[in-house]
């Protein structure tokens, strides 16, 4: 008699497991994650201390342009890339040029050039690719190539990065508005610590570092 087949017995299902991007928990508040989920991934939401997603082997740094600007200004971005530099490829996204310009060469607001420079410190001397998005579909559609493009995952320990006592009186100097990276470098090697910085004479300053010693005046400067 031959084998009879019970039509109506369980068969295994195979789901396919959608693939998954890395998100900071701070991207609940962009259009981004949404935009992934529809493209089919799933979104893990965990606390990065670098990036704001990771893509396989690829941590990515996402920035609208109005962020990219401030973060310019106070120089938080540099010390971001910095840490971004922790894992082996990287990568930033400015989002937003459908509908704000990056740059502009008009009087008011932040120099073109400025900003032109910026790029391309962030390019060639810090080694950090960079992709203009339009907007937030945009942005999800690079993540997605991005994901088709690398085949094995990283380890999320990346951390903040410390920095050291030279770096930290770095950074405070380099708050005062004129005082770039150069001038602050130029300031600790000829004084001591801060302390000597904030007290030296002002003419002394001046033949160091020209000019830019006036915002140290701001020190005697009561509220």
Known sequence: MPKLFNIFSK???????KPKII????EKNSLV???LISLGFEVEFKELKVGDYIVKDVAVERKT???FLSSMINKRLLKQIEELKQYKKCLLIIEGIEDQELYNDEPEGINGNAIRGFLLSITLKHNTPIILSKNP??????LFILSKRQEKEVSLKAKKKALNKKEQMQFILEGFPGIGQATAKKLL??????KEIFNAPLEDLKSLI???AEIFK???EKC
């Not at 068969?11 to 497991?17: D, L, M, P």
């Not at 998100?23 to 701070?26: E, F, G, K, N, T």
């Not at 579909?137 to 690079?142: I, S, V």
């Open 23 to 26: 998100a900071d928990y701070r």
């Open 137 to 142: 579909e945009d942005t999800a559609k690079f």
């Open 189 to 194: 090697s000829n004084y001591k610590n801060l």
């Open 65 to 67: 342009i109005s962020d």
């Open 218 to 220: 701001l020190l005697e």
């Open 33 to 35: 994650p949404s935009e």
């Open 210 to 212: 020209g000019k830019k």
């Open 11 to 17: 068969r295994k299902t195979i789901v396919k497991e």
